[in-house]
Structure formats: structure tokens, C-alpha cells
């Protein structure tokens, strides 16, 4: 397999996916703009599938399951109940700020579930994970490129 798929690949595992995929590739010798387009793209691309699934899942199991139902039901208003304040006022740029800090449990599929749970529309979902994973992949790879290029010059 070559660095970029490997790339590819690893940023497409939720939670650690970009954050270890650009430490990864360019420790692998990737370009810092060849290792920040594979994992960014690979990062977007589980999370748009699952905004994609998500709501055709959820309708299907709640009309099929009483439990299901009750359970999606008791998340939505739990969740709205709890947050909704919060993210009507901050709404957009906490779904970026969700996506782009790279702490463990953030990151596109925990943005797209976010976004999912407050009833966004898929385009506009979609469009604030891109612009989170973009502002996390330029991060990062700024940030480990530094790295790596210290840790060369004092070694």
C-alpha cells in the first residue's frame, strides 16, 4: 500500500482519524501538502456518510421499534432540552469548533452526529465538518510539520 492510502485509511478511523494520519504521513515522508489532502479527505468522507445514513437509519428503526422509537425520542429531547440554548446561540461555529480542536472524541463523526442531533440540514452539516477538518488538517499539520523539523535540526 502506498503512504497515501495509508493516509487515506487511517484518517477514515473515528477518533483518532486525523490526528494520527498526519503525524503518520509525514513521519511516512509525505509532502505536508500531500499528507494534508489525503487526510483531510479521508476525515470527511465517514463523516458524510454517516450524515448520508443517519436519518434514513433512525426513521427506519423508529418506525419499526417501539424501543427504538422511545430511545431516539428520550436522546432528541434530552439532548435539545440540555443544549439547545447553547448551540442556537453558538450553533455553527460550535459544530467547527467541535470538528477542528483535535481532542480525543472530537472531530467529523462526532460533528455529523451533533449536527444530526439539532436537526441541520445534511448540505449545511456537511459544509461546517469540511470547514472544521480543514481548520484541524491545517493545525496539525503546521503543528507536527514544526515538530518534526525542530526535532531534525536539534537531532
Given at each position: 500500500?502506498?503512504?497515501?492510502?495509508?493516509?487515506?485509511?487511517?484518517?477514515?478511523?473515528p477518533?483518532?482519524?486525523?490526528?494520527l494520519?498526519i503525524?503518520?504521513?509525514?513521519?511516512m515522508?509525505?509532502s505536508?501538502?500531500?499528507?494534508?489532502?489525503?487526510?483531510?479527505?479521508?476525515?470527511?468522507?465517514?463523516?458524510?456518510?454517516?450524515?448520508?445514513l443517519?436519518?434514513?437509519?433512525?426513521?427506519?428503526?423508529?418506525?419499526?421499534?417501539?424501543l427504538?422509537?422511545?430511545?431516539?425520542?428520550?436522546?432528541?429531547?434530552?439532548?435539545r432540552?440540555?443544549?439547545?440554548?447553547?448551540f442556537?446561540?453558538?450553533?455553527?461555529?460550535?459544530?467547527?469548533?467541535?470538528v477542528?480542536?483535535?481532542?480525543?472524541?472530537?472531530?467529523?463523526?462526532?460533528?455529523?452526529?451533533?449536527?444530526?442531533?439539532?436537526?441541520?440540514?445534511?448540505?449545511?452539516?456537511?459544509?461546517?465538518?469540511?470547514?472544521?477538518?480543514?481548520?484541524?488538517?491545517?493545525?496539525?499539520?503546521?503543528?507536527?510539520?514544526?515538530?518534526?523539523?525542530?526535532?531534525?535540526?536539534?537531532?
Amino acid at each position: 500500500m502506498t503512504p497515501e492510502i495509508i493516509v487515506l485509511f487511517t484518517s477514515m478511523i473515528p477518533f483518532s482519524d486525523i490526528k494520527l494520519a498526519i503525524p503518520l504521513g509525514l513521519e511516512m515522508g509525505l509532502s505536508a501538502t500531500t499528507t494534508f489532502i489525503f487526510a483531510v479527505s479521508g476525515t470527511i468522507l465517514p463523516a458524510a456518510i454517516i450524515m448520508a445514513l443517519i436519518g434514513p437509519a433512525s426513521k427506519f428503526a423508529r418506525k419499526n421499534s417501539k424501543l427504538m422509537d422511545r430511545f431516539f425520542a428520550k436522546l432528541f429531547y434530552t439532548t435539545r432540552k440540555k443544549h439547545y440554548e447553547r448551540f442556537q446561540r453558538y450553533g455553527p461555529i460550535f459544530i467547527i469548533f467541535l470538528v477542528a480542536v483535535p481532542f480525543p472524541g472530537s472531530g467529523p463523526v462526532t460533528g455529523s452526529m451533533v449536527s444530526f442531533l439539532f436537526g441541520l440540514d445534511y448540505w449545511k452539516a456537511l459544509t461546517l465538518v469540511v470547514i472544521g477538518a480543514l481548520i484541524a488538517g491545517l493545525l496539525l499539520t503546521a503543528g507536527f510539520n514544526s515538530i518534526f523539523a525542530l526535532l531534525e535540526a536539534i537531532g
